[in-house]
């Protein structure tokens, strides 16, 4: 089975490193034309630089800083106006800090809601009149296992990642009719800058090494190991195809093993 998406036009957010970049990689390794947003001007140059094109991909980055999803959206629109119709969104924004629930502040609740369901739900609106047109189209959400296992210390993290969850399903049954699926990833440890600020984080508090603290998780996981960003590349990959046609208001947790519920 090989996973061909020439031809289609790949949103990918927060694309300049970790699981959004693997992800932009993958799918421009499948033919997709990708366009790459995130805040940072220097990482994404250096990713369309190195996405994979065949001579007939046209691929794009846009600087938008998410914490501002209004400022964001304008910005994305300007830059998609004259550019052919979105056939895939993925959805994905950097987790907020760690913290407990019950001290994290009002703002950082707002904040996460912002950057991610908020942003999330304006590109969405924003692609799918296009996505109806087509009978095609696929939102894929990079989320976390924490929506369906809350997490130790990352109180926001885990309120936000279920409200997305949430989101999605209701979307998914709204959008099937158009031939419109919308599915969620799950990554569990997966080696990013992401769980590198974590586990640092967790050694300054625990008063440990980081090598202590990453062998304690990696004790916790079935397999052993930290995930691999492209790992997660390959499942968005799949998701955004045509053999995933009917698959549609699934979460799927990449995540060795590691969550004991069913």
């Known amino acids: 089975m090989e996973v061909k998406l020439s031809g289609r036009t790949a949103l990918v957010c927060g694309a300049s490193q970790g699981i959004g970049r693997a992800i932009a990689e993958q799918l421009a390794l499948c033919g997709a034309n990708v366009i790459a947003i995130a805040r940072n001007e220097v990482l994404l140059n ?13 691929h794009l980055s846009i600087v938008a800083d998410f914490s501002e999803p209004e400022n964001a959206f304008d910005i994305i629109k300007r830059n998609l106006q004259f550019l052919p119709g979105i056939d895939i969104l993925i959805n994905n924004t950097s987790g907020p800090p760690p913290g407990l629930a019950y001290i994290s502040d009002i703002s950082e609740y707002r904040r996460a809601f912002e950057m991610h369901l908020i942003f999330s739900q304006l590109l969405t609106q924003y692609v799918i009149p296009q996505m109806k047109e087509k009978n095609f189209g696929r939102i894929i959400n990079i989320i976390s296992i924490g929506a369906r296992q809350p997490m130790e210390n990352l109180g926001v993290s885990n309120t936000i990642r279920g409200a997305m969850m949430g989101w999605s399903k209701t979307l998914s049954r709204e959008l099937a009719q158009y031939g419109i699926t919308v599915n969620n990833i799950l990554p569990g440890y997966t080696r990013t800058h992401r769980l590198e600020s974590l586990i640092k984080n967790r050694a300054e508090k625990e008063n440990k090494s980081v090598v202590e603290i990453e062998n304690e998780i990696i ?33 799927i947790q990449v995540d060795g093993g590691f969550l004991s519920c069913i």
Do not use: C
Not at 46 to 58: H, P, R, S, V, W
């Open 219 to 251: 004790s916790t996981i079935p397999s052993r190991r930290l995930g691999r960003p492209n790992e997660i590349g390959y499942l968005a990959a799949f998701l955004a195809s045509n053999f995933a046609d009917y698959l549609n208001g699934v979460s």
């Open 46 to 58: 250096d990713l369309i630089a190195k996405l994979n094109n065949d001579g007939l991909q046209n």
